[in-house]
């Protein structure tokens, strides 16, 4: 079982960044974290969650959704199981929770159905 926690959202204004981590814990049977294809998504209010970011296993690849192509960075640091969200130039169509995820498989994919491990979530606000 795969524990992901994310960190790092919070209330900043329009124009603004914001780094969001995700740290990961325990692993399936026989799998390391590095083996995991990672993503992250939000659901804003009233709305359904949606892709936002995603990241092979090796960091190599890279797929975004079209708003964040630009703005965000995804990455990851399989020494330390951590997975990261830089973004800029934030906006009030960013405010949503902030969810990260781990695929079934290595690959960055969109597909939210391919994602059985997901964290809490993070609370990010943009101000305009």
């Known amino acids: 079982q795969v524990q992901l926690v994310e960190s790092g959202g919070g209330l900043v204004q329009s124009g603004g960044s914001l780094r969001l981590s995700c740290a990961a814990s325990?692993?399936?049977?026989?799998?390391?974290?590095?083996?995991?294809?990672l993503g992250w998504f939000r659901q804003a209010p009233g709305k359904e969650r949606n892709f936002v970011a995603a990241?092979?296993?090796?960091?190599?690849?890279?797929l975004y959704e079209e708003s964040a192509k630009g703005r965000f960075t995804i990455s990851r640091d399989n020494i330390q199981n951590k997975m990261y969200l830089q973004m800029h130039s934030l906006n009030a169509e960013d405010t949503a929770v902030y969810y990260c995820?781990?695929?079934?498989?290595?690959?960055?994919?969109?597909?939210?159905?391919?994602?059985?491990?997901w964290g809490q979530g993070t609370q990010v606000t943009v101000s305009s």
């Open positions: 990241v092979s296993w090796s960091g190599g690849k890279t």
């Open positions: 995820a781990a695929a079934r498989w290595s690959q960055a994919t969109a597909e939210d159905t391919a994602y059985n491990y």
């Open positions: 325990g692993a399936a049977s026989g799998r390391a974290f590095s083996s995991y294809g």
